[in-house]
């Protein structure tokens, strides 16, 4: 038998009732019987021995190879980190079985998600663990982190690179980033050729902002020999390339495709997306398309919430990268480059820059006669004049971004 409290009592049965022997005492159990002296039927359901019960248990019958397979699929398909950290905690052997390295090494990109105002040292072992096993979701999200948030330049490089060589084409694009910057060291340690390799790596795997970088680059034969041709063909391959993925989740919801692609013979720039529910993407508007805007990634996310609950900025003197769905930081002073136009905003790359012109600074950039930076000298270079197309980078100023 056994008891509310879990005890369990071995079964003896004798005479004229059920005997429950225990270590302390023994418990008679009398059965009812009729006037006829037959047994009455119990109105409590008869509880099995501890032998038969044991072994009706068919979670703990379950091998342990399909557990850790049924465990391995939940993790590849959560749709947050608590679908998948609520099992863990939900017993002993879940645990276990939980944090097998194969089940770690499958965990998709948004059981990684972790939000900023929840991150916490189990946060970051959990993160460790799992890039420990070989996940290159988790060496990336982990890396932008301790590369950017925590400071530890080292340690995030060398996991976005551990990421980079399993053809992670996000950890080669932020790489190339890093690299067109000198993020994390001075002026002196920029090398444009790495970064127009990575980019050229990353594009290759269809990364559409290393597209689009790469693009600009050979546009403009920054980092490269210049081909304006090649660089357009880039360009417009990006853009085939993030009408593709937006028709492609479309049809995966069950959405209606006929409204993506809704003529604007006028294509105006489109309110913020802070402002409005639905925005339209930024580029393929040029094409009279009314795309939603691309989904961040889940570490360009907490970036964002991470500097934006220290009232957006990343130090003294250090700037935010403009472009909402970015959420990269300056490492040092005048990292990133500016509008050359209206000296505002400024962006960690070409990509970004695009991005943002599209959605947002088109409407609010404005030409100035002389604008300041923030030491207070003035800016002697030639500021260009806005138009309808991408920018290039001014050549003579690795500071400044124009607007062509």
């Given at each position: 038998m056994r008891t509310r409290r879990g005890l369990c009592y071995p079964r003896v049965v004798g005479g004229g009732g059920d005997v429950y022997m225990s270590s302390e005492k023994t418990v008679v159990v009398k059965r009812r019987r009729d006037s006829a002296g037959d047994h009455m039927p119990c109105r409590k359901r008869n509880r099995k021995s501890p032998e038969i019960a044991g072994k009706c248990d068919l979670f703990d019958a379950l091998p342990d190879d399909l557990v850790i397979s049924i465990l391995c699929k939940l993790s590849s398909s959560a749709g947050c980190p608590s679908d998948f950290i609520n099992v863990l905690i939900t017993c002993k052997r879940l645990n276990g079985l939980g944090l097998h390295s194969l089940v770690l090494s499958r965990a998709s990109q948004r059981t990684l998600a972790i939000r900023a105002k929840n991150w916490s040292e189990s946060a970051q072992r959990f993160l460790k663990l799992c890039a420990d096993a070989g996940?290159?979701?988790?060496?990336?999200?982990?890396?932008?982190?301790?590369?950017?948030?925590?400071?530890?330049?080292?340690?995030?490089?060398?996991?976005?690179?551990?990421?980079?060589?399993?053809?992670?084409a996000q950890a080669l694009y932020s790489l190339a980033v890093i690299q067109f910057n000198g993020s994390g060291g001075s002026k002196n340690d920029k090398d444009l050729r790495a970064g127009v390799a990575l980019c050229a790596r990353a594009a290759f795997l269809g990364h559409i902002d290393a597209l689009r970088e790469l693009g600009h680059c050979l546009q403009d034969g920054y980092g490269v020999r210049q081909n304006i041709t090649e660089g357009r063909r880039f360009l417009v391959q990006a853009n085939t390339r993030e009408l593709a993925a937006v028709v492609a989740s479309a049809a995966a919801v069950g959405a209606p495709t006929r409204s993506l692609f809704t003529w604007n013979p006028h294509p105006l720039p489109h309110p913020h997306p802070r402002n409005v529910n639905c925005g339209g993407c930024p580029l393929l508007s040029d094409f009279g398309c009314n795309v939603p805007a691309p989904e961040a990634h889940p570490a360009s996310r907490f970036l964002a919430e991470w500097f934006g609950s220290r009232a957006g900025s990343p130090g003294p003197g250090l700037r935010l990268c403009s472009h909402v769905g970015c959420g990269r930081p300056e490492t040092r002073r005048h990292e990133f480059r500016r509008c050359s136009v209206c000296g505002t905003v400024n962006y960690c790359s070409r990509a970004c820059q695009a991005l943002d012109w599209k959605m947002r600074h088109k409407a609010d950039c404005t030409p100035t006669e002389r604008w300041v930076d923030d030491d207070g000298d003035g800016n002697g270079h030639a500021i260009g004049d806005a138009g309808e197309g991408d920018g290039g980078v001014n050549g003579n100023n690795d500071d400044v971004m124009a607007e062509s």
């Open positions: 996940n290159v979701e988790a060496c990336y999200t982990l890396g932008m982190i301790r590369f950017y948030c925590l400071q530890n330049r080292g340690s995030g490089a060398s996991l976005m690179a551990k990421a980079a060589i399993s053809s992670h």
